[in-house]
């Protein structure tokens, strides 16, 4: 719209024009007297602001003074300054308020605020607000994961003793450095419930770092407590942040590095090390007692089940030879001659099976027989072994040398049967008499 009413005006503002600045007076007035227009030069500034005049009272409604009264000044009527004044102001109010235009990005919300105070938060895409001086808006990356640094900045050589060093619970002093990340879950209590966001964030770290680290000990935050110290900060800093309505959201908390202070470093190295001495003995003693111990139970538990064998085996004799004896017995009682006999037989193969002289008592006779068994038995065995070697006139010889060998052997034993005839005749005829 000021493009149309700059040509309804009539004013030119190219600077190339060779005429600009002259007006209408280029028309005969400029001219020699030969029809020639003079050599152009610098415009005319007086010149310039009449022709302006003139053209904004055409333009009012004001045609009562002519164009040759010497400019005279804007003197417009009250109805084409009410038109013109009314076109300004509906421009200026167009412009106004296309001004309350504004767009919010993906991952992002705009906070509008009406005279100062929060009003509501708009979506991303194309929003519109009251103009200012009315409302005003301010875009805030929610999307963004931000982090705050504790015990050191940007490096972890830069350290910040302050905020590193604190004290445990069986009272030793420990150097943390930790980074804590989050993101924003409410744009408009990030802005305006607390007056430095990070500083909070960093303060909130450090006293909930100070809580957990004070109720551990040493050695659990050093080693096996690592992860379990984070998500217990994490946790209790979302609980303070909440309270706090800061409009955050913890989303990580990363040991970076945790040591006992340097000036006691060699100190505490000496201390871990003869600690992993003592461990590493421990292991050692450990496992040689799961070596002998197990070894020992089994060696006892080996003896006891030999004893408890060599029991069972015991108390089975006994009740077998108890048994035996009352069938014995009941044999006994119906036949106690045989039964005697065969008693005395059996105990005397017991006897000679574990001998190798037999002695032969005769009733009949005062003579003691001596057999020399054990020579005739290995006089017997080497006459075997020479008779199995390959010579042909041993193996011819082997026949009658076995002969005279055996000839004592058969007489011994022919002496035996006629003694055993005849002492059962004997006890027989004993046995009819009585």
Request: aromatic share 8%; glycine share 8%.
């Amino acid at each position: 719209m000021p493009v149309p009413l700059i040509k309804k005006i009539g004013l030119k503002f190219s600077l190339n024009d060779p005429r600009w600045g002259r007006g209408s007076q280029d028309n005969g007035q400029n001219q020699n007297q030969d029809g020639k227009r003079p050599s152009d030069g610098p415009p005319d500034l007086d010149q310039l602001w009449r022709e302006f005049n003139q053209r904004l009272n055409r333009l009012f409604g004001n045609k009562g003074r002519g164009e040759g009264d010497g400019g005279g000044g804007f003197n417009p009527d009250a109805k084409g300054a009410g038109i013109g004044f009314g076109l300004i102001a509906t421009i200026l109010v167009f412009l106004w308020l296309v001004s309350g235009f504004f767009i919010v990005q993906e991952g992002q919300t705009g906070v509008v605020l009406t005279f100062g105070k929060y009003s509501h938060m708009t979506p991303a895409g194309f929003n519109w607000r009251w103009p200012y001086p009315i409302q005003s808006h301010e875009i805030v990356n929610v999307s963004q994961v931000r982090t705050v640094e504790v015990g050191y900045r940007s490096n972890i050589r830069n350290k910040q003793a302050k905020e590193a060093l604190m004290l445990t619970d069986d009272e030793n002093i420990i150097d943390i450095q930790f980074a804590v990340q989050y993101k924003l879950k409410n744009a408009a209590e990030w802005l305006f419930n607390n007056r430095d966001q990070d500083e909070l964030v960093r303060q909130v770290a450090e006293t909930a770092i100070r809580e957990i680290v004070g109720h551990s000990k040493m050695d659990f935050v050093l080693y096996e407590g690592r992860e379990k110290v984070a998500f217990d900060v994490g946790q209790l800093m979302q609980q303070i942040t909440d309270r706090y309505k800061a409009g955050i959201q913890i989303t990580n908390v990363t040991m970076q590095a945790v040591q006992p202070p340097e000036q006691v470093q060699a100190a505490f190295d000496d201390a871990v090390k003869a600690g992993q001495d003592r461990e590493r003995q421990k292991n050692e003693g450990q496992a040689y007692a799961n070596d002998v111990i197990p070894r020992a139970r089994g060696a006892a538990s080996r003896l006891l089940q030999e004893a408890e064998a060599y029991r069972a085996r015991v108390v089975a004799n006994a009740q077998g030879d108890a048994a035996r004896f009352k069938q014995v017995l009941v044999e006994y009682q119906k036949a106690p001659a045989v039964t005697r006999d065969r008693m005395y037989l059996d105990t005397m193969q017991q006897i000679f099976a574990s001998t190798t002289k037999v002695m032969v008592d005769s009733k009949g006779s005062s003579n003691l027989l001596y057999l020399p068994l054990e020579k005739l038995i290995s006089q017997s065995a080497a006459e075997a072994s020479a008779s199995r070697a390959p010579a042909a006139p041993a193996a011819s010889q082997s026949p009658s040398t076995s002969s005279s060998a055996n000839e004592p052997l058969q007489s011994m034993e022919n002496q035996r049967q006629k003694d055993s005839r005849s002492r059962d005749g004997r006890e027989s005829r004993e046995r009819e008499t009585r």
